[in-house]
């Protein structure tokens, strides 16, 4: 049991996200930059001098500058609660209860305990209605607590809206159910903080472990892999629109077009925090734009950035255009 206790510990101890530069806006320069994640966060840990920094000793590992992030710097392991998620869907085929359920830890319900459901994300949430299995997000007292405090339901409640936004596409929207704890259900699980997680191991190693969901440390992003640019959230995004639309049906998924105004400088392409815009000069002069629409995190950068603001965001795209290059713009013989 010692072995499992330890193990715990070191998941609980993951306490800060992990942070990618190359995706970060603030890095990439753009327009405007972004402090999305800095006003985010509950217990001031983000500083931004040009990069993010976070304070370890400050950050609770609430997940709300995760939530935030419109590029994908900031992330947590996202196949975590998805395999929660997926495991209680087992657990109902086998006649078990018929939902899943992910409770963040000051709450004493049982379920599949998060720190805090400010770790919920976008891609979780699809995940539930890919699997058409209803989903219950159980949240402790917000308003006292010192992990997440209290804009973590309406942070929450921006999450399954974006997620049902998006698999509007499918015609089969996410089941969802945010709520606080149930005071009369107490004691059907184990609260794990991290002030008290010593404690909590001492009263019951082997049920909080059950009950947890791994947070282990992800790697660093090796930027020269083109795979790897792109964030798993948006991958999984991706993944979640089961049942597969019709490749004509229109999917919200706001990225980027070009009008003729477009004077062909790198500015988009430099600042996209994914590398989802491409441009290429042509042996003739010639300037072309493609983006490769499943890796665009709708994140604006482009479009605060161009100069001669040539750039809107389209909100809804063919689903089938999820699955090609899009060509944005093919300037013609920029020589002559």
């Not at 966060?41 to 983000?46: S, W």
């Not at 399954?160 to 089969?172: E, I, M, P, S």
């Not at 790697?219 to 795979?227: G, L, N, R």
Request: glycine residues 8%; aromatic residues 4%.
């Amino acid at each position: 049991m010692l072995d499992g206790v330890f193990k715990l510990l070191g998941e609980y101890g993951n306490m800060v996200p992990r942070y990618t530069g190359p995706r970060c806006l603030s890095e990439r320069l753009s327009v405007g930059g972004c402090d999305l994640c800095q006003t985010a966060c509950p217990h001031d840990a983000i500083l931004i001098p040009q990069s993010v920094v976070i304070d370890p000793a400050a950050c609770t590992g609430c997940g709300l500058c995760v939530q935030a992030c419109p590029s994908g710097a900031l992330e947590y392991d996202v196949t975590a609660p998805l395999n929660a998620v997926r495991e209680q869907k087992t657990g109902a085929a086998r006649g078990q209860e018929p939902e899943a359920k992910l409770v963040c830890s000051r709450s004493e319900e049982g379920g599949k305990a998060l720190p805090c459901l400010g770790r919920v994300t976008v891609s979780t949430v699809m995940a539930a209605g890919a699997w058409d299995v209803p989903l219950t997000l159980v949240h402790g007292d917000c308003g006292t607590c010192t992990l997440g405090g209290p804009d973590v339901p309406e942070s929450v409640a921006r999450v399954v809206q974006d997620a049902n936004l998006l698999r509007g596409a499918t015609g089969r929207a996410s089941r969802v159910t945010v709520r606080p704890h149930d005071p009369a259900r107490a004691g059907s699980g184990e609260t794990v903080s991290r002030r008290g997680v010593f404690g909590a191991l001492a009263r019951g190693a082997r049920t909080m472990a059950a009950q947890s969901i791994p947070d282990s440390p992800l790697p660093f992003v090796d930027w020269s892999e083109p795979e790897d640019r792109v964030p798993s959230e948006w991958q999984w995004r991706v993944r979640a629109l089961r049942p597969a639309p019709a490749p004509d049906a229109p999917v919200h998924w706001p990225a980027p077009v070009v009008d003729d105004t477009c004077i062909d400088c790198p500015v988009c392409a430099n600042v996209c925090p994914t590398d989802a815009i491409t441009r290429d000069v042509q042996p003739d002069g010639s300037v072309t734009l493609t983006l490769a629409l499943a890796a665009c995190t709708g994140c604006r950068a482009c479009e605060a950035s161009c100069p001669p603001q040539a750039i809107r965001m389209q909100p809804e795209w063919r689903f089938e255009a999820l699955e090609a290059l899009v060509l944005l713009r093919d300037s013609g013989n920029i020589l002559q």
